[in-house]
């Protein structure tokens, strides 16, 4: 499978390509493997392929997820820049006999 890769682990790359299918063009993004006989990379059952047309709306989607999940994290207070109160170690009751 032709596209730009994105290297996911050692053994397996996400592709996203365009492709065209009894003359319609689709979109693919697909995790693909290197199998380990021949070398090549193979696709796997993961991934989405979609037609062409709805690229932009998923485009869009994804910039929306994204630039949520970003303001949102920005919205939170760092835990690492404010002082925590000290704790005190709690005392055993001693115990009678």
Do not use: H, W
Not at 4 to 23: L, Q, R
Not at 75 to 84: L, S
Request: with cysteine; aromatic share 4%; charged share 35%.
């Amino acid at each position: 499978m032709e596209g730009i890769t994105i290297e996911k682990n050692g053994n397996t790359d996400i592709v996203v390509a365009v492709s065209e299918y009894k003359g319609k063009t689709y979109l693919n993004i697909r995790e693909c493997f290197i199998e380990a006989r021949t070398g090549k990379r193979k696709p796997t059952r993961k991934g989405v392929t979609l037609d062409v047309s709805l690229a932009t709306e998923l485009l869009q989607a994804i910039t929306k997820t994204l630039g949520a999940e970003l303001n949102k994290e920005k919205a939170e207070p760092e835990a690492a820049t404010e002082p925590t109160a000290a704790k005190s170690p709690r005392k055993k009751a001693a115990k009678k006999n």
